[in-house]
């Protein structure tokens, strides 16, 4: 079975651009976190996504949104792109446990490497 | 506000040697504690830590919790240069309706020859 699967591996923007990240979680996984890592540092929230309603947001400004597809994949996106946006950009996904609750077992994709220049 | 800390921050060892990671948490509404090992880009996931005091094993990884003075440990025996990496550890938690993992800046391991 595939793992989570991100794209572009690699991406070049210069500032003030849009960007748009995509991920596909693990099949039968519903739920879908991204994270930004910065370098020499901890990934950190940003978004988690559940059954295609947003349940939770980091403190990131509302440059950044998100969205998640009937099928669980997900879009990150990111305005007015700014030098301090480049980091890699992780996605995660994890599976249901039911009732409405989310796995805390969380499965990373590659990432998505995003320079700003 | 949530607090993961890991030491060492790095960490140079000898093939075959043996290491203990550590990690204390702060953090609210505390879930369960993660270990990733980070080698270029996608975290793999090592272990999840619900209960204190229950090790987990995998081959030469091993991880213990506890609750009560809010650390964990990563003990890597025998160390392979394979074992190279970041290591991270993340803490989840209920954030509103969200299962948030909040992660330390992890400790760099290099095992040499």
């Known amino acids: 079975d595939a793992g989570v699967t991100q794209s572009p591996t690699h991406l070049i923007k210069t500032r003030g651009q849009h960007v748009t990240l995509r991920c596909s979680p693990i099949s039968g996984h519903k739920s879908v976190s991204w994270y930004q890592q910065v370098l020499g540092q901890g990934p950190q929230f940003i978004f988690q996504y559940y059954e295609k309603e947003e349940r939770g947001r980091g403190n990131f400004p509302d440059r950044f949104s998100a969205r998640q597809f009937p099928n669980y994949s997900s879009e990150l996106n990111v305005n007015a792109l700014l030098l301090g946006d480049s980091a890699l950009y992780l996605c995660a996904s994890s599976s249901d446990r039911g009732r409405g609750s989310v796995s805390y077992e969380q499965y990373f994709g590659p990432g998505t490497r995003l320079t700003v220049t | 506000e949530d607090k993961v800390v890991q030491s060492p921050l790095s960490l140079v060892v000898h093939e075959g040697d043996t290491v203990t990671l550590n990690c204390s948490y702060e953090?609210?509404?505390?879930?369960?504690l993660l270990w990733y090992k980070q080698e270029k880009k996608a975290p793999t996931f090592l272990f999840m830590l619900?209960?204190?005091?229950i090790e987990k094993k995998s081959g030469r990884l091993s991880s213990i919790l506890d609750k009560k003075e809010l650390f964990s440990i990563l003990n890597i025996t025998a160390t392979q240069t394979g074992d190279s990496a970041v290591y991270l550890c993340a803490v989840a938690r209920i954030a509103g309706t969200a299962s948030k993992l909040t992660f330390g800046t992890g400790t760099r391991l290099q095992v040499t020859l």
């Open positions: 953090v609210t509404n505390f879930r369960s």
């Open positions: 619900t209960s204190s005091g």
